[in-house]
């Protein structure tokens, strides 16, 4: 009877290279300018936690105003 391989450690197979295309942004960056990447990435956090906060302000509007 053939032994079973051992279970594969699911972190393992979390960190693939086909899994971390997935973050990559849809645009081609140039490999080679790497403060590019970082600016970029710096601009989409901070734009995105902008955005939050102000849906955020909306949405607390929206709910004061009713009371």
């Given at each position: 009877?053939?032994?079973?391989?051992?279970?594969?450690?699911?972190?393992?197979?979390?960190?693939?290279?086909?899994?971390?295309?997935?973050?990559?942004?849809?645009?081609?960056?140039?490999?080679?300018?790497?403060?590019?990447?970082m600016t970029y990435h710096a601009a989409e956090?901070?734009?995105?936690?902008?955005?939050?906060?102000?849906?955020?302000?909306?949405?607390?509007?929206?709910?004061?105003?009713?009371?």
């Amino acid at each position: 009877m053939p032994r079973k391989p051992p279970p594969q450690d699911s972190r393992l197979s979390a960190v693939s290279p086909s899994r971390v295309t997935a973050f990559t942004p849809t645009h081609k960056i140039p490999d080679g300018d790497f403060s590019t990447q970082m600016t970029y990435h710096a601009a989409e956090r901070i734009k995105w936690s902008a955005f939050s906060a102000t849906k955020m302000a909306q949405l607390c509007r929206v709910i004061f105003s009713k009371q």
